[in-house]
């Protein structure tokens, strides 16, 4: 069987997995093997969460695919399909079926698997389903993250999860960075211990036998509170580096996965990439989802303005030609806004299927 794609043709090998909304085939294409994703006719809304994975991997995958995450090759409507590169090589769990990793193992394999996080994140989007059968590893502690079969955008309403994997909050609908910093803790404690979860993990759970400074981190992103784990990729990252995360603390922005100190700014501009249409008079440059210009080009000054007033932090529209959002249960439209510990972003606001989801979020914490 061939299918035909936008970048080309597919010859269907054999078929590799089966899950529960879709069939995993091996395929050749001119240019090598490639993994073709597809969804399964009999089960309902299979096909709309491919459709949903093909467009976050294809945005994920641009402009440059990230060396931790699968990258996207073509998508064949009329199939349809999800045409991605195809890893060689064993998954995590086949790794480590039979043998625990050293400290300094695990970390390597987390850091990686924290750096396609940071992609996803920076983007808006969390993976949720951080787990040993989607991450497969092409080379010894080089961890490649698969199946965005349950990737959502943050603030978004999550359908799926794996019990014992998948964050408490998760598994009830919320998605957030934080759902992601919990799998990453059961991922460190998995491949230190062996231990693989069918039901939520608790601080409490991690044994005494696991070293000081990983089982901090552990604990920390186990916490069953969604505000008490790192509430970024970074955080987490310089927590296992064994650098201490206090300068991360305190009024921040998390913007296109980096933290921005508020502490001592009285006003901060933030505004479009200057690549994609920006008037390069921002403190905070960002980019849009997929690094692509989808925001519609607005006057040039700026866009959203942080100033302190009186103790708090307030959001201020500056003119971005698509609005000022914020999540609060639901995303609503601010001119000028007072922030709160936990606040999601966005400049402008994409409407798909009924549903709104955030172009460019940001992340506001106060402590
Ligand atoms: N790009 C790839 N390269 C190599 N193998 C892959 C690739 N994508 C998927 N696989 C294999 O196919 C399996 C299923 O793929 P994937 O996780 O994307 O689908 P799924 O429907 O979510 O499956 P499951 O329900 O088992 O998680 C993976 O666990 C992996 O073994
Ligand atoms: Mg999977």
Redo the contacts with the bound molecule.
């Keep these: 069987m061939i299918l035909k794609g936008r970048r080309g043709k597919y010859q269907i090998v054999k078929k ?7 069939k ?1 085939y091996l395929a050749k294409s001119r240019d090598g093997m490639v ?1 073709v ?1 597809t969804p399964k006719s009999e089960v309902p809304l299979s096909f709309e969460i491919i459709r949903e994975e093909a467009s976050i991997l294809k945005a994920i995958s641009t402009p440059k695919p990230h060396e931790n995450i ?1 990258a996207f090759i073509d998508w064949v409507p009329s199939y349809p399909a999800l045409v ?5 090589g064993p ?1 995590l769990d086949k790794v480590y079926a039979r043998r625990r990793a050293r400290k300094e193992e695990a970390i390597r394999i987390v850091l990686g698997v924290l750096s396609a996080l940071n992609r996803m994140h920076s983007l808006g989007v969390v993976h949720g ?1 951080v787990k040993p ?2 991450i ?1 590893m092409p080379k010894p502690l080089v961890p490649v993250l ?2 965005m ?1 349950s990737a959502k955008r943050a603030g978004s309403e999550s359908l799926a999860g794996t019990p014992g994997w998948s964050s408490p909050e998760f598994m009830e609908g919320q998605v957030s960075v934080e759902a992601d910093i919990y799998s990453v803790g059961v991922l460190l404690l998995y491949l230190l211990s062996g231990i693989d979860p069918v039901e939520p993990l608790t601080p409490e759970d991690v044994p005494s036998t696991i070293p000081d400074q990983v089982s901090e981190v552990i604990r920390r992103a186990l916490n069953p509170n969604p505000w008490k784990r790192f509430h970024s990729v970074k955080e987490m990252e310089m927590a296992l580096m064994g650098l201490k995360i206090p300068r991360q603390e305190g009024p921040r922005l998390i913007a296109g996965g980096r933290v921005i100190l508020l502490e001592g700014r009285d006003r901060l501009i933030i505004a479009r990439s200057r690549t994609q249409g920006g008037t390069g008079r921002a403190d905070v440059e960002l980019y849009e989802f997929g690094g692509k210009r989808l925001i519609p080009r607005g006057p040039p000054y700026e866009w959203i303005e942080v100033v302190k007033v009186g103790g708090e932090y307030w959001i201020s529209d500056k003119g971005s030609p698509a609005g000022v959002w914020i999540f609060r249960g639901e995303w609503k439209r601010v001119v000028d806004y007072p922030l709160r510990h936990g606040d999601l972003v966005s400049i402008g606001i994409r409407r798909r299927a009924g549903r709104l989801y955030p172009y460019a979020p940001l992340r506001y914490l106060s402590y």
């Design positions: 590799i997995a089966e899950g529960g909304f879709s995993v993994v994703k699968v991605q590169e195809y890893v060689p998954q389903d059968n989607n497969m698969i199946d079969g």
